[in-house]
């Protein structure tokens, strides 16, 4: 079952076409998906031929194949990667009994609850990406920003597979929510603050991807070690996607550090004004995005104390980053974990019952994988022979979720007062000034092969094409 049928209105693996009335739910699903692609997809997009991979198999040798499609003719489908013979749940209460084909009735509530808003995320963010085609920076990130559309596309395709496959009436009335509910709407917003953020430049496109992907890649890890065998299967093929999301992000930044450098070294300046009078994006600047977007997606865990995320866990429904790699006791009844608090106006560690702290573990692994890419882009300023570096923040800084959404803290990790928050605002988030300053940077550049001036090309293009192959065709 690792080949997908194409025959089909709905590519899958599986068997879909046995199944005639969950068949015929998804087929009343997918023209009303299709609509919400026309009209909160790619904007001005539709018509383009874009050099997209397709997954054609789940195994990881040769899963995808490369050709040029219009987005609307993408073949989004229902993917899940081969089951493993004799999986268990792996953690929790019912730890070492058989994994779940179904839905347990005691969970129903929490599973739906987790499906929906892993689902919630993937529309929200092609949503807020949804006009960055008319300022690309080349036509190779053109093609890759479309790219992650179109997956992201699939990943919502993913979740409204298993809402209406498990969660009956319930699950139908999700997935048709999951169209109706849009980044930054005002009445009817996505679940999750960091989608209902703007994506307005490709900076912000790259940290977006660099950061907020990453979330992805922990939080569908964390599922694909879930108990509930359908759900692991859908996230451990989603995670192929992903790596690709990722590596957008930490290259484009990559780039943009790249050109600033070079820019910085050929006049012998380093005044970010006189950067900016270059038409390159100064190095504070950048710092100022990494420490939004840094911030804005470690809200996503949740709040460092949740009684959720002791209780998805206990249940088996999700579990730890690499759970099954773990060498202890995959209950955590007994244990601690050290987490950060306010007291008496510093921040202070305090050990508190592991269960509870899960979200914050999670959070955790992230901020060390995140720092590893930071490293690689500091050796690029390195590499120019540059003093300046880039810090990720202290994980308190600019947080709304959890024990720290009280306080100011500044990048270093100090308590400080309203007014000096105030006072150095500018220096730590993106002003209006910096975000009309990139703004006016972002022309739409596409002829092959030509990149803006505020970006060092590629070191190679997609799929062993050079890269001024063309990516995406004009019609
Ligand atoms: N914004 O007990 P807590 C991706 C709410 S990204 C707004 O800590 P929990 C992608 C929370 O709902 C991966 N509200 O919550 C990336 C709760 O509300 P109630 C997305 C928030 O449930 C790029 C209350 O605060 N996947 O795939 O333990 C492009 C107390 O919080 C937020 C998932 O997130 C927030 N940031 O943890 C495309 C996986 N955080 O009950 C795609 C599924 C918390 O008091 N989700 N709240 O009304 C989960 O596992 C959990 O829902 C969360 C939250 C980890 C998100
Ligand atoms: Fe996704
Ligand atoms: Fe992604």
Redesign the pocket.
Known sequence: MSAIDYSERIPNNVNLSEDRALQRALEHWQPNYLQWWRDMGPDGAMNHDVYLRTAINVTPEGWANFGHVKMPDYRWGIFLAQQEPDRKVNFGESRGTVAWQEVPGEHRANLR??IV??GD??P??VEQQRHLGLTAPSNYDLRNLFQINVE?GR?LWAMVYLLHKYFGRDGREEAEALLQRNSGDQDKPR?????NEETPDWLAFYM??YF??R??KF??N??SESGFDPLSRTCRFMLTEEAH?MFVGESGIARVINRTCQIMKEFGIEDPEQVRAKGVIDLPTIQRYLNFHFSVTI?????DQ????AA?YSSGL?GRYEETRRDDDHMLKNQHYRILEVVNGALVEKEVPMLNSL?EV?RDDFIRDSVAGVGRWNRVIEKAGLAFRLVTPHKAFNR???SFADFRISPDGNLISEAEWEANLRNWLPSETDRLFVASLMGRVIEPGKMANWIAPPPVGINRQPIDFEYVRFN
């Open positions: 609850r987790m808003t892993q995320t993937e929200a963010s992201e990943h679940i999750l603050e960091a989608f977006f991807t907020t992907d979330d992805g939080q569908l964390a599922l999301h809200d996503l865990f949740g709040a949740s009684s959720n995320a998805f999700k979200n999670l709304h979720i959890g």
